[in-house]
């Protein structure tokens, strides 16, 4: 078999295959705390499950969900985006969902780079945005998200060679794996950089509402001119812990959803109807539940945080997403650490080096399960220590 050579410098993805890993090594017996899960470990709100659960039954909600009006879902994308953000989007033109932000997140390269373009990707930075750029066979040039700088890219430090060759740039905030949030004033200089160097703006928000301390984090489309330049992805994965259910979607620039609903015309069938009629349910329904997860995921990034503290880990206390990023001690690369605790205390931590070069001397703990057991995994990290 040929496989492509755009294909060669595509990665596995190794959190999966740790998953695998660490699930072969519970059924042996070892009792492994994974801190590198990246789903919410609560359920969706009942009444949503009520609404799926109903909709199931329909017999003649299985067909393609090409044959039922797709109108409500972006209606209720577009009523969402106007309470939470107080954006205006036009549901016929600056909306379209998507099977999770994932499925946008791919397909966006497709639409805005040929064979050879440059995208600015920030490093660390979710791999799949390098992946994507990679399947079009663009080039991927990084900008380094550091401490100095609060994890934004200092977009006055992009060599003016690359601003005025990239067609896109990436941006994530509230930022896997950092926690980092960004401020009005990054996003008015973004916009700005943007119509300057006439460069895309993908804004990856995925985890907009797990945040901390009583401070929803911001959109990038809040601010003037950002539909001019660049689309956001969002998705109820995180927001509505629903990871499995696949529906996400892309706002913004009319020119971009038109090129993007273009290419998933050809390469899915859309959202199961079930789902989507569940969807709509859940931005439109109360976000209560909300306000006493994060109350739950911040008092267990406290617990962590105070925890590593103790043992002597550097951490960064995250404003938002249910990540910690912390420095490995001295002397370890990220993978020794990471790989060395594993080995020796069953407590699974992805190596920052993962996510990019600059992501090496960090690790990445994601605090998805209860306290208790977090206390454990800090617990049993000190000993290694
Ligand atoms: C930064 C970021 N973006 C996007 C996604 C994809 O989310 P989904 O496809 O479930 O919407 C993830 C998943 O972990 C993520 O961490």
Known sequence: MQIARRMEPLKGVLVMEMNMRLAKMKQEGKDVINLGIGDPDFNPPGPLLNVLQEAIGHLDYHHYPSF???????????????????????????????????????????????????????????????????????????????????????????????????KMIWINYPNNPTGATATPEFYRKLIAWAKAYEVTVVSDNAYSEVYFDNRPPVSFLEFSGAKEVGVELHSLSKSYNCCGWRVGMAVGNPDLIAALSKIKAHSDRGIFYPMQLAAINALNSSEDFMEKRNQIFQERRDVLVAGLNKIGLKVYPPKATFYL??????????????????EQTNVWMV??????????????IAFTHPVKRLAEAVERLQGFR
């Open 68 to 166: 039922y009006p797709q109108q409500p879902l972006k209606d209720a994308i577009a009523s969402w985006y106007k309470r939470r953000f107080h954006v205006d989007l036009d549901p016929g033109r600056e909306v379209l969902p998507l099977l999770g932000s994932t499925d946008g997140l791919f397909m966006v390269h497709l639409c805005l780079l040929d064979s050879g373009d440059l995208a600015l990707v920030p490093d660390p930075s979710y791999p799949s945005y390098e992946a994507g750029v990679q399947v079009t066979g663009g080039q991927v040039q990084k900008m380094p998200l550091q401490r100095e700088n609060e994890f934004l890219p200092d977009l006055e430090a992009i060599p003016a060679e690359a601003a005025k060759k990239a």
């Open 325 to 342: 990023w912390a420095r490995v001690p001295e002397g370890y690369s990220s993978q020794d650490f990471c790989f060395k605790a594993l």
């Open 351 to 364: 190596p920052g080096s993962l996510y990019g070069r600059y992501g090496e001397g960090y690790l990445r």
